[in-house]
């Protein structure tokens, strides 16, 4: 299987990224690790006639904590996010849930802004993102936005980024103490995406908990907050009968494709199951009985 | 479309290949330049039968572009061995009868010739978890295991000599 023909450009900054996308308007796609679009385009359900390489733009890579906001440029592949000191201490939910994509290989070209941009509900960080209330920073013809991930997905494959945008960083608030977070996925097998998976990431103050996000993957048309499910414990002291209401309002919201990771009741279930595993590791975690 | 010059270096020589830029490595690697040790197994990025080390870190060369190794060094099974003397991978595999058909084999080498280098002395679970981007129909994969075990006694006894 080979891709469709197409123009190559490997442009070295970003500025001549955002020209080249301006210039080709819709015939050109940004090609970040490549694991996503490569394959969509050797089935033929993607055929850009130009791909703009971001591979070359040093600035989009990188991990730093500028005020309590951890940075993270788009280019960052899965393995870097693994082995960065710096996130394993300030917000390991990020390198836990990396742990859990593809394979060894897949997360030395993945990369956590293809993981974003691309929209597919299958991917991973897109809960995460929006259990740690990150934010997202678009660059395109007309300067720099900041928009939150929760919001910048409207459908599967489609979000906020305009023609002659790019991604080009994440930026997540460290955690405070007290905090804890999980992500649990169930998959069939290593590499495969999602049956369902769940992001939690709560904020002990004692017995309360003063804030909960919880956010679900591959259970809709894109990564869904689980708001209602969020307002059954925010504000209470947590107890197994609230978790179970927690779960409950979080599978009201799952609508999943049928696929051979199974139907809808199962899948449902499961992100209910992920739900109840991720909170109860989170308290865990933020009461400090857990690593 | 028009066809693009790129230079890289292969198993530590410069090679100069046209290719188109939608041509993929692995084709590139067995087609055009004739090493056909990589092999094409599953082409949707699974099995890591493809795999190769570019710049230092295991990618399946199936996913990608042969454009994109231009300036940048690739390292496939058939650099592996030095002056005709196998690598200690190489050598486990073989004492450890870590193949049965032998069509996984050298993705299983690259990627554990890198992993090694990643993980010198890896557990039995850390050797699972690094190898579980390829995949193997015959062996089962114990043997695999114990091969990349073997290597990684040999590696550390030659370093520590």
């Known amino acids: 299987m080979i891709p469709g023909s197409f123009e190559y450009h490997r442009p070295a900054t970003l500025d001549d990224a955002v020209s080249l996308l301006t210039e080709y308007g819709d015939e050109a796609r940004v090609l970040a690790g490549g694991h996503s679009l490569l394959p969509m385009m050797k089935l033929r359900f993607a055929e850009p006639a130009h791909l703009v390489d971001l591979n070359d733009i040093d600035t989009l890579k990188g991990i730093t904590e500028e005020q309590g906001v951890l940075h993270i440029g788009a280019m960052t592949t899965e393995n870097e996010l693994i082995a960065s000191s710096l996130l394993r201490e300030k917000c390991p939910l990020i390198p836990e849930a990396a742990e859990l994509i593809a394979d060894p290989q897949v997360r030395n070209r993945g990369t956590i802004g293809g993981d974003i941009a691309h929209g597919d509900p299958s991917n991973d960080h897109p809960a995460v993102m929006m259990a740690l209330d990150a934010d997202l920073v678009l660059r395109g013809p007309a300067g720099e936005r900041v928009v939150p991930a929760d919001g910048f997905y409207l459908g599967t494959y489609y979000t906020l980024l305009e023609p002659g945008e790019i991604l080009i960083g994440i930026r997540v608030p460290v955690p405070p103490s007290g905090s804890g977070a999980s992500y649990q996925k169930l998959k069939r097998k290593t590499g495969d995406y999602a049956t369902a998976a769940s992001a939690v990431c709560l904020q002990m103050e004692g017995d309360i908990c003063r804030k909960i996000n919880i956010a679900l993957t591959n259970v809709g048309p894109t990564a869904l907050k689980a708001d209602e499910a969020m307002q059954v414990l925010a504000g209470q002291n947590i107890n197994d009968s609230l978790v179970g209401e927690a779960v409950r309002k979080a599978m009201a919201i799952c609508d999943p494709a049928v696929d051979l990771r199974g139907d809808v009741e199962y899948r449902t279930h499961m992100a209910g199951e992920m739900t109840r595993r991720a909170i109860n590791l989170a308290l865990e975690r933020a009461r400090g009985n857990r690593s | ?161």
């Open chain 2, 1 to 161: 479309m028009t066809k693009q010059q790129i230079s890289f270096v292969l198993n530590g020589q410069p090679v100069e290949v046209l290719v188109e830029p939608r041509e993929l490595l692995i084709h590139t690697l067995r087609e055009q330049l004739h090493q056909t040790g990589s092999h094409i197994g599953c082409e949707t990025t699974h099995c890591g039968a493809c795999t190769v080390d570019l710049d230092g870190k295991s990618v399946k060369s199936c996913t990608v572009l042969a454009v994109q190794v231009s300036g940048r060094e690739v390292l496939t099974v058939e650099g592996l061995a030095v002056n005709g003397e196998l690598h200690p991978v190489q050598e486990g595999f073989m004492q450890e009868h870590g193949l049965q058909c032998g069509f996984c084999t050298p993705g299983m080498m690259m990627r554990a010739y890198r992993f090694l280098q990643e993980n010198p002395d890896p557990s039995e679970d850390e050797i699972r978890w690094g190898m579980s981007g390829n995949l193997c129909r015959c062996t089962g994969y114990q043997n695999i295991v114990k091969a990349i075990q073997y290597a990684a006694r040999k590696l550390q006894s030659a370093e520590g000599a």
